[in-house]
């Protein structure tokens, strides 16, 4: 969305809410009815004693003068035509009288001034001015009669100039208010605007950072492995058939983790980029991903899950149980190494759980992997496995076992109990 765009849906949200009933404009509807009522209480008596107009068109259209105050308010053109239909059915009805203004009494003026300080405040400057003029100008068509007829032209003419006066300084303080209303909006809509973009601009400045710390330091690191690992057949005499295969394996590894690092740093690097290129993990991967931690230890696999069709193919879920399975097995190859490993997958209620489960290990663990047991090394895999799991509303429990070994649960509530929670 451009900024025009934003700006324009931020005018309409802070101007549209006034005009719906029961939406913090208690005291606004409250004045205009007040006024409505006070005006037909008025108007009505004056037009029948004062200038003669038939009891009924004094009522009638009283009453449609008094509310298109409050008609203005949520339909402007409704008001308008209500304003001047019955302005100008009051004054064409009237009797010339030198005891009060004539043709436009007072009463519908101060309604049709209001009506259009009104309209001017809720709808376009052009509709407010075409109100005016028509107004004024039937007011004056509705009036060539008496002056035809030798009616003092200079008391008419001043009743007109007054009531033409009066409706347009209050038509111009309509349009005024929906103006420095618009500009406060645009105001507001553009600090916030600003505020985003900066937010944005310091994002992408950190994610820049993020991706050269990575390609300088990790990247280039793994690339040493795997080409350390890869010639290492060549550069090493007399190696043993197993060392060259474990070496192989090292340098195949190697070259996957590149190939994720290169997906992660083209998502730092352009966000229309990476993941729409480099395609993420699924449920799909997790059998080979267990072979490869076959090569380290003895992982053993029970159960299954029943899915459908669509939860095997949703990304969101094939990823977020890869990254799982991925984490605790690195884990479990890291703290416990040749010890072995079950992956169990079972089902309970409304849940899934996967168990990743590692015997207790007779060989001693990397000395810079820390503790032997992750949950106590504040690592931020774990961290990383529960704010994956959070977005699906599952949640990620560790323990120690009691021969030595370490447990990893997860548990996925399924699809449709996900949509209700959330």
């Known amino acids: 969305m451009t900024r025009t765009a934003q700006q324009s849906a931020a005018t309409e949200r802070t101007s549209r809410w006034r005009v719906l ?224 295969a474990e070496f192989d394996d090292i340098a195949a590894t190697a070259r996957s983790s590149m190939a994720d690092m290169r997906s992660i740093l083209g998502v730092l690097r352009d966000e229309t980029t990476g993941a729409a290129s480099n395609p993420q993990p699924t449920l799909a991967d997790l059998s080979a991903l267990v072979e490869r931690a076959r090569a380290l230890a003895p992982v053993t696999v029970t159960g299954e899950w029943n899915l459908t069709p669509a939860e095997r193919a949703d990304p969101l879920l094939g990823l977020t149980v890869y990254r799982a399975v991925q984490e605790a097995l690195s884990n479990a190859a890291r703290h416990a190494p040749g010890a072995a490993v079950t992956v169990a997958w079972h089902e309970s209620g409304n849940e899934r759980h996967i168990t990743i489960t590692n015997e207790a290990t007779t060989r001693p663990a990397d000395a810079r992997a820390g503790d032997a047991h992750p949950s106590r090394t504040g690592g931020q895999g774990l961290r990383g496995m529960r704010e994956r799991l959070h977005v699906l509303n599952g949640t990620v429990t560790t323990a120690t076992q009691a021969g030595g070994g370490f447990a990893v649960q997860v548990a996925i509530p399924r699809a449709s109990t996900r949509g209700a929670s959330s």
């Open 21 to 244: 009933p029961g939406r913090a404009n208690v005291v606004l509807w409250l004045g205009v009815g007040a006024l409505a009522v006070a005006l037909l209480a008025v108007s009505a008596p004056l037009s029948v004693t004062v200038y003669e107009v038939p009891v009924v068109t004094a009522m009638l259209f009283s009453l449609v003068l008094a509310g298109a105050m409050p008609l203005a308010i949520v339909l402007p053109w409704g008001g308008v035509a209500a304003a001047i239909v019955s302005a100008t059915a009051l004054t064409s009805g009237s009797t010339f009288t030198t005891e009060a203004p004539w043709p436009v009494s007072v009463t519908t003026t101060i309604a049709v001034s209001l009506t259009w300080l009104l309209v001017g405040w809720r709808a376009r400057w052009f509709v407010v001015t075409i109100a005016w003029a028509g107004g004024l100008l039937l007011v004056i068509v509705s009036t060539t009669e008496a002056l035809s007829a030798n009616a003092p032209s200079g008391a008419i003419i001043a009743d007109l100039v007054v009531f033409a006066a009066a409706s347009l300084v209050l038509a111009l303080a309509g349009i005024i208010m929906r103006n420095w209303e618009i500009v406060g909006a645009q105001l507001v809509a553009e600090r916030a605007l600003s505020a985003a973009e900066i937010a944005h601009r310091e994002a992408a400045e950190e994610k820049a950072r993020i991706a050269r710390e990575l390609h300088d330091v990790v990247a280039h690191g793994m690339s040493a492995i795997q080409v350390r690992a890869a010639s290492a057949r060549y550069r090493l005499a007399d190696l043993p058939p197993d060392a060259i």
